[in-house]
């Protein structure tokens, strides 16, 4: 699908900038993938955490909007959305993630309450969360990986990048550990489990975007433990660099691993974690560059589809 005259659209991206990196990554990318086509794109971060830090931030943002007449306010995150909202963005679009819908009852009764009365169009990442989140409306646009930056790279040329032992095999758990739900404990035993002193288990914690293609395709085995995800981009990035992989059975993950070779979806067992990561051992790659093309999921097809959602808001407000 072609768009013509979209440069005049200009949308404004709300989110958190409190992580180290500032604006999550996911969010950048996206940002970066409408601009390619043509959308004009600004960006809006909240500093300060908790409550106090998304109050302070409702009238700069609604300055933002009176002084620069944006024709779509996209908001990322719950919270976010709670504070575009109150500062009379409209029309408002909010995507939520996997913690806005898993983390608690409280949390998703509120997002519910908050998008009948205030939010214009409410996106979610996978049918997974539009289940748990039971808003019929809501439409299901996962994020996208970037292919030009995600894919395959020579295995030495990744190690020389993360300077791991060439002569081990590595396990990449691609998150803080530090962060609950990611449930790096689970990963550990896991890993214990398998006793082998050629093989090492890598988290990681600060690394920016830009390096994470060498930090995935150095690894042997991508592993992801969570207690919850949305649709996590850890596993389509994996798959685009052909990392075998090896996860719980979280938010969308079954379905994008599915009958993929080198891939295996399990439960919370270390066991069953250590078995699998064992098999996933003996893949040398996948064919995950071509699912994510089946699925449409590269960054560039997601644009398209966020273009073609607000040109049909701008049309209707």
Not at 65 to 77: R, S
Not at 150 to 156: A, D, L, Q, S, T
Not at 198 to 218: D, G, Q, T, V, W
Not at 275 to 299: M, V
Request: with cysteine; proline share 3%.
């Amino acid at each position: 699908m072609e768009f013509k005259n979209t440069l005049i659209m200009k949308v404004l991206f709300i989110s958190s900038g409190n992580s180290v990196n500032g604006i999550s990554p996911i969010i950048t990318n996206q940002g970066e993938s409408l601009k390619k086509n043509g959308i004009s794109i600004s960006f809006f971060t909240i500093r300060g955490k908790g409550l106090v830090g998304y109050l302070k931030s409702i009238w700069s943002i609604r300055k933002k909007i009176k002084n620069e007449k944006f024709d779509i306010v996209h908001a990322h995150y719950s919270f976010s959305g709670f504070a575009a909202a109150l500062a009379g963005a409209k029309p408002l679009v909010v995507s939520l993630m996997g913690s806005d819908v898993k983390a608690n009852w409280y949390r998703r009764f509120i997002v519910k309450v908050v998008n009948s009365l205030f939010w214009t169009s409410t996106i979610v990442k996978s049918d997974d969360m539009k289940k748990a989140i039971c808003i019929k409306k809501a439409l299901v646009i996962p994020n996208g990986v970037d292919c030009n930056k995600f894919y395959p790279i020579n295995k030495e040329e990744a190690l020389n990048h993360t300077m791991w032992d060439k002569n081990k095999r590595h396990i990449l758990f691609a998150a803080n550990s530090d962060r609950y739900v990611k449930n790096f404990k689970l990963a550990k035993r896991a890993f214990e489990l398998i006793n082998k002193p050629n093989i090492e288990l890598h988290s990681l914690r600060n690394i920016k975007n830009k390096y994470m293609p060498f930090y995935i395709n150095a690894a042997d085995v991508v592993l992801l433990t969570s207690l919850w995800e949305g649709s996590p981009n850890v596993i389509k990035e994996s798959m685009a660099c052909n990392r075998p992989i090896v996860s719980t059975d979280v938010g969308d993950v079954n379905h994008l691993l599915n009958g993929l070779d080198g891939c295996y979806v399990t439960s919370f067992n270390e066991e069953k974690i250590m078995q699998k990561i064992l098999l996933a051992l003996e893949f040398p790659e996948i064919q995950g560059i071509n699912r994510i093309k089946q699925l449409e999921l590269d960054s560039n097809t997601i644009a398209k589809k966020l273009i073609t959602h607000y040109l049909t808001l701008k049309k209707n407000s």
